[in-house]
């Protein structure tokens, strides 16, 4: 990492790095390593996704076993399909991309998975151990934005206590698999944490609470929702928004939620995108993977 720019393609070289060591670790023990990710339709961010895990698990030496259902399939096909991946021993954990198609009803798959697998915390089990500071899984988006803050105090000479306990972290947007965990990390280190939503914005307020932000945690969706003006002068800046864009040729390329160009230049430090959350995001996954192999593997045996 170096200048403002918090470089997540080098963060993510070191994670994977530790992780090449772990997985090696477990097969000498006649452990394997197996991630199962299930994709239901055709959307462009997720099939994206899967690809990215795919070739991650690939040079990792971790077993990928994906699973494609097309998008008219019934929230009883998809059941049956995670019924399966919860009794397979050579799972360890188990990815269910989303968007999931309108018909079939999320909570109802998350609830389905075996709690033991379910390494994007998304069971209500390990979302509820999240929520009280006594994670099982941390899910991997929020984990890598703290991951890349403490990282950078670390860099900075900061201490992070210290920094966190006199932060005020601001985080923008309140979706349940990036920004409440965001949130609950936020609240684990002892900071005080401000959280807002799309409401914010539609009464003409969320300025008012991000320019307060010691660090801001943005994950809206919103390209470009986060300007100068926004931001106080000399804050920490996380920008997890992966937003499609098409450009003039056709290509498409990612944008965030924060407009780098302006904002860049007012602050302490800054995630890029493409470059920066993303992809510790991917390893982190692939991590939680690796951390589900010893003790899924473990029941497996006992039973
Ligand atoms: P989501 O649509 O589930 O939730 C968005 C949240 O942002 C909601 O709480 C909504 O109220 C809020 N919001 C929407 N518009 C807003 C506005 N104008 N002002 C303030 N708040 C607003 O989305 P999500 O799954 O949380 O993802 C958010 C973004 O993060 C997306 O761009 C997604 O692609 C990206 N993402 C990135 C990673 C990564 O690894 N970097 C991982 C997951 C998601």
């Known amino acids: 990492m170096s200048g403002r720019t918090i470089d997540g393609r080098a963060a993510a070289r070191l994670l994977t790095e530790g992780l090449t060591a772990e997985v090696t670790r477990l097969q000498e023990d006649g452990l394997g390593v ?13 099939a994206a996704y899967e690809r990215r895990l ?5 040079e990792l030496g971790v077993r990928y076993l994906p699973r494609t259902l097309p998008g008219t399939a019934t929230e009883a096909d998809l059941l049956a399909v995670i019924a399966e991946l919860n009794a397979a021993p050579e799972v360890s954990g188990i ?8 018909h079939i009803d999320e909570a109802t798959v998350f609830r389905a998975i075996d709690p033991a697998k379910d390494i994007e915390a998304v069971h209500p089990e390990n979302a509820g151990l999240l929520a009280l500071g006594v994670p099982r899984f941390v899910p991997s988006t929020a984990a890598s934005v703290f991951h890349l803050l403490d990282t950078w105090l670390d860099q900075a000479g900061e201490d992070r206590t210290d920094f966190y306990h006199r932060s005020l972290i601001v985080v923008v947007g309140r979706s349940n698999n990036v920004g409440k965990p965001a949130i609950s990390l936020g609240y684990h280190r002892e900071a005080t944490v401000e959280s807002v939503d799309e409401w914010a914005s539609r009464t003409g307020n969320l300025g008012r609470h991000t320019r307060r932000a010691d660090v801001l ?14 931001v106080k002068p000399g804050a920490v800046v996380l920008d997890v928004g992966i937003n499609p864009r098409t450009g003039p040729a056709g290509r498409v390329h ?7 160009a302006s904002v860049a230049p007012r602050v302490r430090a800054i995630t890029p995108v493409p470059g920066g959350v993303g992809p510790v995001t991917d390893v982190w996954l692939l991590r939680n993977t690796v951390t589900a192999a010893r003790p899924a593997r473990a029941l497996v045996e006992a039973s």
């Open 95 to 102: 990815l269910v991309l989303r968007p999931l198609p309108a």
């Open 34 to 46: 197996g991630l199962a990710t299930v994709l239901v339709g055709d959307g462009f961010s997720s």
């Open 217 to 230: 945690i943005v994950a809206a969706g919103r390209p470009g929702l986060i300007k100068a003006e926004h």
């Open 254 to 260: 990612m944008v965030g939620d924060v407009d780098f």
């Open 54 to 58: 795919r070739r991650l698990a690939t």
